[in-house]
Antibody, heavy 121, light 109 residues
Framework: QVQLVQSGAEVKKPGASVKVSCKAS????????MHWVRQAPGQGLEWMGR????????NYAQKFQGRVTMTRDTSISTAYMELSRLRSDDTAVYYC??????????????WGQGTLVTVSS | EIVLTQSPGTLSLSPGERATLSCRAS???????LAWYQQKPGQAPRLLIY???SRATGIPDRFSGSGSGTDFTLTISRLEPEDFAVYYC??????????FGQGTRLEIK
């Protein structure tokens, strides 16, 4: 069965960076784009961007351009999302989500369990 | 930019009742590219409906989606105790990509 298992919670200071991992299993990792979506406490969902695990090509939401980097390691079927220059309003649960289509605009059929990133001085 | 507005904000119903959740878009959603997700506390969203009306794998048939253009509806025909959660709609037909509504909380009356 498809599983996306994310790394554990992180606490970071403002200005620092955080790198979240998402290990995929149960399907061919390079066959599906991986997206990242975040959810601030008590808030809705916000799309951040995606990576093509096959080529490594990325597309980022305009809001996060210049601060987010998505990478992957195909040898261990893992995708990564790194967010830099953290601010307090980056405090959120970060999800990886698999897309069943190749377009940037897509829905998400499987989600990781989420990683809470807390930014606090 | 397409803005999705979900209503009501909170819906209070009893098990066995019918639930009707609305998602209204500020502009027409291309090709009915609209999805619905269920989220329970402390859990990730779960895909229910895509393409406005197609049920995702394993989703019970008491969940149905309908609509086109700017008005979409998620209907739960007979509420089960496990259906009480927050529901989000998402459009994936236009840029900026993959925007979500603010959610409807379905609570037990």
């Amino acid at each position: 069965q498809v599983q996306l298992v994310q790394s554990g919670a992180e606490v970071k200071k403002p200005g620092a960076s955080v790198k979240v991992s998402c290990k995929a299993s149960g399907y061919t990792f390079t066959g599906y784009y991986m997206h990242w979506v975040r959810q601030a406490p008590g808030q809705g969902l916000e799309w951040m961007g995606r990576i093509n695990p096959n080529s490594g090509g990325t597309n980022y939401a305009q809001k996060f351009q210049g601060r987010v980097t998505m990478t992957r390691d195909t040898s261990i079927s893992t995708a990564y999302m790194e967010l830099s220059r953290l601010r307090s309003d980056d405090t959120a649960v970060y999800y990886c989500a698999r897309a069943p289509t190749t377009t940037v605009t897509t829905f998400f059929d499987y989600w990781g369990q989420g990683t809470l990133v807390t930014v606090s001085s | 930019e397409i803005v999705l507005t979900q209503s009501p904000g909170t819906l209070s119903l009893s098990p066995g009742e019918r639930a009707t959740l609305s998602c209204r878009a500020s502009q027409s959603v291309s090709s009915s590219y609209l999805a619905w997700y269920q989220q329970k506390p402390g859990q990730a969203p779960r895909l229910l409906i895509y393409g406005a009306s197609s049920r995702a794998t394993g989703i019970p048939d008491r969940f149905s989606g309908s609509g086109s253009g700017t008005d979409f509806t998620l209907t739960i025909s007979r509420l089960e105790p496990e259906d009480f959660a927050v529901y989000y709609c998402q459009q994936y037909g236009s840029s900026p990509p993959n925007t979500f509504g603010q959610g409807t909380r379905l609570e037990i009356k």
